[in-house]
C-alpha cells in the first residue's frame, strides 16, 4: 500500500507539470510583463500535400506551439535572469556587457573595433576618400538651401561608445580611425556649420556630477537633454540671426526611476526582476528668454532616433512646424499630409517650408552619409515643384497592400472578408488598402 500511494503521488506530480503550461496558458497566473523586443511573425502554412511532405507544415506547427507555449515568458526571463545573475552573460546578442555591468548596443561596439568599417569600405582610406566625396556633395545641397534662404546644420550626436570607452570590455579594442570624427574635421574644412558632440561630451564628463549616459541605456540620458537642446537653441539662433528661446533647468530630479530610453537595453534583456538603478538625473526644464512677438521657425530634421528625447521636449515647442524625417525614410509631423513615408509626401514642400534643416547621426550611421538626405533633397530641388499626389495614390495603395501581406494577423482578416463577401482576395485586399489610404493618407 505504501509504495501504492508513492506511485500515485508521481503519477499527479508528473501530470501537474506536464499540464502546467496549459493552466499557465488559460489563467495567466502568474502575471508576467510581456516581452520586450521585435519578435518576428510566423507565417501561416496550410496543410497541403506539398507542406506536409516537404516538411515545411510540421515545422509551422513547431513554431507556432513554441510561441503559444504556456507560461513561455515566464521561463523565458526566468533563463535569462539566471544566465544574467549566474554567469553575467545576456541571452540578447545585440547586447554587449562592459565593465561594472554598463550594457552597450552591439551595432556600436562594432563600429568601435572597426568590424563595421572594414564590412563597409574594407580600408581607411576608402573610408577617408568616400567621406570627402561627401562632404564636397554636401555643398551643393548648401547653395540650393541658401537659393530658398533655408538654414542648415549638421549635429555629430556622441555614441556611448565614443564617450566612455574605458566601460568597454577588454575584449574590445578601440580601432585608431574613426569615420565621425573623420566627418567633422571635413566638416571643419569646408566650412560647413556643424556641433560636433565628441568633444564637447568629453570636456562635460570630467566636471559632470552623474555620468552622461546611463548604465543600462544607449541613447544620451534624460539629463544630457536640456544642455543639448539649449547648444542647439543657440547655434540654430546664430544661423538665423534672430533671438530664440533658451532653456531654463527647474529642477534636476535625482532618482533612480528611469524613463523608457534611459533602461532600453534592460528591457530587451527581459529579466525576470528589474535591475538596480544608480541614481540619475530627470530633469524638468521649459523655454525661457522668449522673444517678444515671437515668431517661431519651421525646422526639418533628419535623424536616427537619438532626435525622439528632443523630439518630446521643450526643444521643439521653440519652432512652429517640425518635420521629423526619421532615417529619412518615415516623416513625423503635425501636418497629416506629410505623417507618411517619404516616399509618399511632398518633399518640396516639406524641404522649401522650413527655415532650418538639421541633419543630426551618431558615429554608427557616420556609415550611411546623413541617411541619403543629400541625394534626396538635390533630386527633389532638381525636380522642382512639380509634386502631384495622384500620382503617387496607386503607389501608396501597392504599398500597403504589400504591408497587410506581411502582416499575417491582417492578411487572415482580409482572407476571412474576402470569403464572407465572395470577392477574390485581390479585391479585399485593394480594399482594405483603399480604405486605409482614405482614412490615414488622405484626409486633410
Given at each position: 500500500?505504501?509504495?501504492?500511494?508513492?506511485?500515485?503521488?508521481?503519477?499527479?506530480?508528473?501530470?501537474?507539470?506536464?499540464?502546467?503550461?496549459?493552466?499557465?496558458?488559460?489563467?495567466?497566473?502568474?502575471?508576467?510583463?510581456?516581452?520586450?523586443?521585435?519578435?518576428?511573425?510566423?507565417?501561416?502554412?496550410?496543410?497541403?500535400?506539398?507542406?506536409?511532405?516537404?516538411?515545411?507544415?510540421?515545422?509551422?506547427?513547431?513554431?507556432?506551439?513554441?510561441?503559444?507555449?504556456?507560461?513561455?515568458?515566464?521561463?523565458?526571463?526566468?533563463?535569462?535572469?539566471?544566465?544574467?545573475?549566474?554567469?553575467?552573460?545576456?541571452?540578447?546578442?545585440?547586447?554587449?556587457?562592459?565593465?561594472?555591468?554598463?550594457?552597450?548596443?552591439?551595432?556600436?561596439?562594432?563600429?568601435?573595433?572597426?568590424?563595421?568599417?572594414?564590412?563597409?569600405?574594407?580600408?581607411?582610406?576608402?573610408?577617408?576618400?568616400?567621406?570627402?566625396?561627401?562632404?564636397?556633395?554636401?555643398?551643393e545641397l548648401i547653395d540650393s538651401l541658401k537659393a530658398h534662404d533655408i538654414a542648415f546644420l549638421v549635429v555629430l550626436a556622441?555614441?556611448?561608445?565614443?564617450?566612455?570607452?574605458?566601460?568597454?570590455?577588454?575584449?574590445?579594442?578601440?580601432?585608431?580611425?574613426?569615420?565621425?570624427?573623420?566627418?567633422?574635421?571635413?566638416?571643419?574644412?569646408?566650412?560647413?556649420?556643424?556641433?560636433?558632440?565628441?568633444?564637447?561630451?568629453?570636456?562635460?564628463?570630467?566636471?559632470?556630477?552623474?555620468?552622461?549616459?546611463?548604465?543600462?541605456?544607449?541613447?544620451?540620458?534624460?539629463?544630457?537633454?536640456?544642455?543639448?537642446?539649449?547648444?542647439?537653441?543657440?547655434?540654430?539662433?546664430?544661423?538665423?540671426?534672430?533671438?530664440?528661446?533658451?532653456?531654463?533647468?527647474?529642477?534636476?530630479?535625482?532618482?533612480?526611476?528611469?524613463?523608457?530610453?534611459?533602461?532600453?537595453?534592460?528591457?530587451?534583456?527581459?529579466?525576470?526582476?528589474?535591475?538596480?538603478?544608480?541614481?540619475?538625473?530627470?530633469?524638468?526644464?521649459?523655454?525661457?528668454?522668449?522673444?517678444?512677438?515671437?515668431?517661431?521657425?519651421?525646422?526639418?530634421?533628419?535623424?536616427?532616433?537619438?532626435?525622439?528625447?528632443?523630439?518630446?521636449?521643450?526643444?521643439?515647442?521653440?519652432?512652429?512646424?517640425?518635420?521629423?524625417?526619421?532615417?529619412?525614410?518615415?516623416?513625423?509631423?503635425?501636418?497629416?499630409?506629410?505623417?507618411?513615408?517619404?516616399?509618399?509626401?511632398?518633399?518640396?514642400?516639406?524641404?522649401?517650408?522650413?527655415?532650418?534643416?538639421?541633419?543630426?547621426?551618431?558615429?554608427?550611421?557616420?556609415y550611411d552619409y546623413m541617411f541619403g538626405f543629400v541625394e534626396t533633397a538635390l533630386k527633389t530641388f532638381a525636380e522642382g515643384?512639380?509634386?502631384?499626389?495622384?500620382?503617387y495614390v496607386e503607389e501608396q495603395i501597392t504599398h500597403i497592400i504589400e504591408r497587410i501581406k506581411s502582416d499575417p494577423g491582417?492578411?487572415?482578416?482580409?482572407?476571412?472578408?474576402?470569403?464572407?463577401?465572395?470577392?477574390?482576395?485581390?479585391?479585399?485586399?485593394?480594399?482594405?488598402?483603399?480604405?486605409?489610404?482614405?482614412?490615414?493618407?488622405?484626409?486633410?
Amino acid at each position: 500500500m505504501p509504495q501504492e500511494k508513492t506511485y500515485k503521488r508521481l503519477f499527479i506530480m508528473i501530470m501537474g507539470v506536464m499540464l502546467l503550461p496549459v493552466f499557465l496558458q488559460v489563467t495567466h497566473i502568474p502575471p508576467i510583463r510581456k516581452l520586450s523586443g521585435y519578435s518576428k511573425p510566423i507565417e501561416k502554412i496550410k496543410p497541403t500535400l506539398c507542406s506536409i511532405t516537404d516538411g515545411s507544415y510540421q515545422n509551422y506547427l513547431d513554431e507556432a506551439a513554441a510561441a503559444r507555449f504556456g507560461g513561455r515568458g515566464f521561463f523565458i526571463r526566468y533563463y535569462n535572469q539566471l544566465m544574467y545573475s549566474g554567469f553575467h552573460k545576456t541571452t540578447n546578442d545585440n547586447i554587449i556587457i562592459g565593465k561594472n555591468g554598463e550594457m552597450f548596443l552591439k551595432q556600436y561596439t562594432d563600429d568601435v573595433s572597426g568590424i563595421t568599417l572594414i564590412e563597409k569600405f574594407g580600408t581607411v582610406d576608402s573610408a577617408k576618400q568616400t567621406a570627402r566625396r561627401n562632404v564636397i556633395k554636401t555643398l551643393e545641397l548648401i547653395d540650393s538651401l541658401k537659393a530658398h534662404d533655408i538654414a542648415f546644420l549638421v549635429v555629430l550626436a556622441p555614441s556611448k561608445t565614443a564617450i566612455y570607452p574605458e566601460w568597454l570590455p577588454d575584449s574590445i579594442r578601440p580601432h585608431s580611425f574613426v569615420l565621425q570624427k573623420e566627418y567633422a574635421k571635413l566638416l571643419k574644412e569646408y566650412n560647413i556649420p556643424h556641433i560636433d558632440f565628441i568633444p564637447i561630451f568629453n570636456t562635460l564628463k570630467t566636471s559632470a556630477k552623474y555620468p552622461l549616459y546611463t548604465k543600462y541605456g544607449t541613447h544620451w540620458s534624460n539629463g544630457t537633454i536640456p544642455f543639448v537642446a539649449d547648444t542647439l537653441l543657440r547655434s540654430i539662433e546664430m544661423l538665423l540671426n534672430r533671438p530664440l528661446p533658451h532653456i531654463q533647468l527647474i529642477d534636476s530630479n535625482i532618482t533612480r526611476r528611469y524613463s523608457r530610453p534611459d533602461k532600453e537595453l534592460e528591457s530587451t534583456c527581459n529579466l525576470m526582476f528589474p535591475l538596480r538603478h544608480p541614481k540619475m538625473p530627470w530633469p524638468k526644464y521649459n523655454l525661457c528668454n522668449i522673444p517678444r512677438n515671437y515668431q517661431k521657425p519651421n525646422l526639418l530634421v533628419v535623424a536616427d532616433s537619438y532626435y525622439t528625447l528632443l523630439e518630446e521636449s521643450p526643444f521643439s515647442e521653440a519652432f512652429g512646424n517640425v518635420d521629423y524625417w526619421k532615417y529619412n525614410e518615415t516623416s513625423i509631423s503635425k501636418i497629416p499630409e506629410r505623417q507618411n513615408q517619404i516616399a509618399f509626401i511632398d518633399q518640396y514642400a516639406a524641404i522649401t517650408d522650413a527655415d532650418v534643416v538639421m541633419v543630426m547621426f551618431t558615429t554608427m550611421f557616420a556609415y550611411d552619409y546623413m541617411f541619403g538626405f543629400v541625394e534626396t533633397a538635390l533630386k527633389t530641388f532638381a525636380e522642382g515643384d512639380v509634386y502631384d499626389s495622384s500620382k503617387y495614390v496607386e503607389e501608396q495603395i501597392t504599398h500597403i497592400i504589400e504591408r497587410i501581406k506581411s502582416d499575417p494577423g491582417w492578411l487572415g482578416i482580409v482572407e476571412k472578408q474576402a470569403k464572407r463577401e465572395h470577392i477574390t482576395l485581390e479585391e479585399a485586399l485593394r480594399k482594405n488598402a483603399e480604405y486605409v489610404y482614405e482614412k490615414d493618407f488622405k484626409k486633410n
